[in-house]
Nanobody, 124 residues
Framework: QVQLVESGGGLVQAGGSLRLSCVASGRTLLTSSMAWFRQAPGKEREFVAAVKWNGGSAYYGDSVKGRFTISPDNAKNTVYLLMDSLKSEDTAVYYC?????????????????WGQGTQVTVSS
């Protein structure tokens, strides 16, 4: 079992930055992928970013490339999402997830464990 707790959400003006944290406890596998997804009201869950626990390449959704950075800290069992140049369309509940998804890192259905979510609101 893996437990995930997100934090760091809040209200920010457009153009600003936020850093989300996701702390994992329980059994975490170095071969697992950690990911961030987001969901706005009335919309599908959207892939934001993913990375392997043991580092390596990071992957990003097209809408956040060049603005968001995902980074794991194995010593703290934490994965961060640094969000820069925020836009109003980034407003959503952000969820972290863990799973052994291979190359299908953007498919939310393959992730086994999810956090409770943290709200990010960007005002224009």
């Amino acid at each position: 079992q893996v437990q995930l707790v997100e934090s760091g959400g809040g209200l920010v003006q457009a153009g600003g930055s936020l850093r989300l944290s996701c702390v994992a406890s329980g059994r975490t596998l170095l071969t697992s992928s950690m990911a961030w997804f987001r969901q706005a009201p009335g919309k599908e869950r959207e892939f934001v970013a993913a990375v392997k626990w043991n580092g390596g390449s990071a992957y990003y959704g097209d809408s956040v490339k060049g603005r968001f950075t995902i980074s794991p800290d194995n010593a703290k069992n934490t994965v961060y999402l640094l969000m820069d140049s925020l836009k109003s369309e980034d407003t959503a509940v952000y969820y972290c997830a863990v799973g052994r998804v291979g190359s299908y890192y953007d498919n939310h259905r393959l992730y086994n464990y999810w956090g409770q979510g943290t709200q990010v609101t960007v005002s224009s």
